[in-house]
């Protein structure tokens, strides 16, 4: 008599219900502690309260970054959660806690309401006399000035006034909508890029969302949806859309106008037209104010100093103007460099919105806990420990309030130390995939060797002569010798392509299109590269150890490599270790690779730094890289079109460094 088994289970894992039971748990506390400081107006308690709202969140937010294992019911209760936490924040009958802003957006929107262009004149203008009573007017801030919130800002401000009332907290109702807007932006984002939902609560539960939208009803919220606009539109790959996002934020707050030079590149011309138009047509509106249309702005930067950390750190020493400057470089630096990236994922996209942003933030001279608030889309997509340590600590900084507007040493220091901690961690240990395995190639596997060369007719043959038995097949690819290189080759027996395109990446490819071997090496036609090194540079391969194998150039005879040679190259390799993780010493000419790898990285650099490329698509695929030791020979004969010229070895080395900033 035999007992058949039971019947596994098809309910929810007991895991995923013990997540989810954990998860909901500190989602409650949060809400508990947010409860707890309703209205609350004393800044301690405050503080103190966001600052434990954020420890508790930060355990539930990993949680469900990995998935609640719960199906549909994850993402349910995330959003349950969230508008629990929003609810419990939200008075509308009380106006802020924290901020007298919203008098200044339902003032704005008075203003607009009356046909009155709200540029023109400060609140305490003889011709706004009229407008003023006890409700709105006494709660205005800085009454001298002129609005400083950009044309988006000032649309939303007016349409929360039409849908939501005339009272201090309508434009909260309007912020509310964008933020829930938001939230199902990201939601679509994450479906699409088959990730858990779940992630969606780094927006919906973070303390600061809850405090600085919901209780006190910033208007960063509209920049917040902007950002969110912008990566589901990359994730479904609407460019255009992609690009009036960037200029809805940009009229929201100025900041993510550092967006749209970022993501040109891979944007294209509909989205830059398309973010341009935007703005022009968010200012248009607001004509009629002429140069008054960007209100106190210059004011606003010149007089507030408060929060930061660079010009906090820079102008004691150099002074306002030369702070001002250097930092303004730093900034449209990264910009450049970001704007080198490939962004082919919207991982990519999400990684340079918060370095953008974030570096924005860093280098104002004045900053704001809810400034932040832009940063949190990006964090729902990828991981950044750094930032979102600042997000969350950024509270602190109302601690300016109890010190005379001062504040005292230790909040910079719980804030930025943390901070610079975390960032310093991420480059000394970059993350990196988990390495694949090969199996050893077997014994017929053939080697094709592929060798680029524009007249090399006095080195090529020697070259050729010392290649070892173990080489099947030679492919020489010319890119317009006019010394006779070509038929140099072929009396050597080797097969050449005819390249007429420019690039030493576009040589190399064509060379290892024509091979029709297993595993395939380049190598440099000049005598640089000693033949007899590959055997031992195609050991690794043909062994499975390594998909790619680098010969290493560590034995260098007389005149091999000029100094800048050396240098480029360490500090090509040095950066290649931080974006990848994976140590190299040098990005050789001379290299070997499987066929079956080589046909999965895609390269797509068809110059200089096609090598470069090669090792960091490589690494990124998680195919082992080894390296061998070769000797590094001086040429045999001819000019060389690179090493030898400074011009050419300066573009080579500015196309290897952009290679690596676009995988960065």
Known sequence: MSVSAAPRSRGIPFAGLARAAVATTLGLLVVGVELSVRGETDIRRQVAAQLTAFVLFLPGAWLCWRGLGIGRAGVGLVLVVGVLLHAVA?????????????????WDARVQAAGINPYRYAPEAPALEP????????????????????????????????????????????????????????VLTLLRLSLPVERVALLAWHPLAVSEIAANGHSD???????????????????????????????????????????????????????????????????????????????????????????????????????????????????????????????QVARSGLLILGTALLTAAFLQPWY?????????????????????????????ALEGDALPWWVRT??????LALVLLRVARPSRPALRSF???????????????????????????????????????????????????????????????????????????ALGTDVVVWLDGDGSDDPDAIGALVEPVLSGRAALSLGVRTRLERGAQHWHQRLGNRLVAWLVRLTTGVTVRDIP????????????????????????????????????????????????????????????????????????????
Not at 414 to 419: D, L, Q, R, T, V
Not at 644 to 661: F, K
């Open 90 to 106: 939200f008075d509308p009958s009380s106006p802020p806690p924290l901020t007298t802003d919203t008098y200044r957006y339902a």
């Open 221 to 347: 919220a509209l920049a917040l949806l902007a950002c969110s606009a912008l990566l589901a539109a990359f994730a479904y790959g609407r460019r255009g859309l992609a690009g009036v996002a960037v200029g809805v934020g940009a009229l929201v707050k100025l900041g993510p106008v550092l967006l749209l030079p970022a993501l040109l590149r891979r944007g294209g011309r509909r989205f830059a037209w398309l973010a341009l138009a935007t703005i022009a047509a968010g200012y248009l509106a607001y004509a009629s104010a002429g140069t008054k249309v960007v209100g106190s702005i210059f004011q606003y930067l010149d007089e507030e100093d408060l929060g930061s950390l660079a010009w906090w750190s820079l102008q004691p020493h150099l002074g306002g103007e030369p702070a001002r400057i250097l930092l303004l470089v730093v900034l449209l630096a990264v910009v450049a460099v970001v704007a080198l990236r490939a962004h082919d994922s919207v991982d």
């Open 131 to 186: 407008l003023r009573d006890v409700a709105i007017w006494d709660g205005v801030n800085r009454k001298s000035w002129r609005t400083l919130y950009p044309p988006g800002a000032e649309a939303g401000f007016l349409a929360a006034r039409g849908l939501f009332g005339t009272g201090v907290r309508a434009t909260t109702w309007l912020f509310l909508v964008a933020e829930a807007l938001a939230a199902v932006l990201l």
């Open 372 to 400: 932040a608030l832009w940063l949190l889309p990006f964090l729902v997509v990828t991981a950044a420990p750094a930032w979102l340590w600042l997000t969350g600590t950024l509270p602190l900084l109302y601690v300016f």
């Open 439 to 513: 199996a050893s190639m077997p014994p017929t596997a053939s080697v094709g060797v592929a060798i680029p060369v524009i007249d090399e007719a006095e080195s090529l043959p020697g070259v050729l002569q010392c290649l070892p038995e173990l080489v099947d097949e030679v492919v020489v690819v010319d890119g317009g010798s006019r010394d006779g290189t070509p038929d140099l080759a072929r009396a050597e027996g080797a097969r050449v392509v005819v390249e007429p395109r420019h690039g030493y990446g576009r040589a190399c490819a064509a060379g290892s299109d």
């Open 589 to 664: 000419p001379m290299r070997a690779i499987r066929r079956d790898a080589l046909e999965q990285l895609a390269l797509r650099e068809m110059t200089y730094g096609w090598p470069t490329e090669m090792v960091i698509v490589t690494a990124r695929a998680g195919f082992p890289i080894a390296e061998v030791e070769v000797p590094s020979r001086a040429r045999r004969g001819g000019r060389s079109k690179v090493s030898g010229r400074l011009g050419p070895s300066v573009r080579a080395g500015a196309r290897m460094l952009s290679v690596v900033a676009r995988h960065a």
């Open 414 to 419: 719980a804030i930025y130390g943390p901070f």
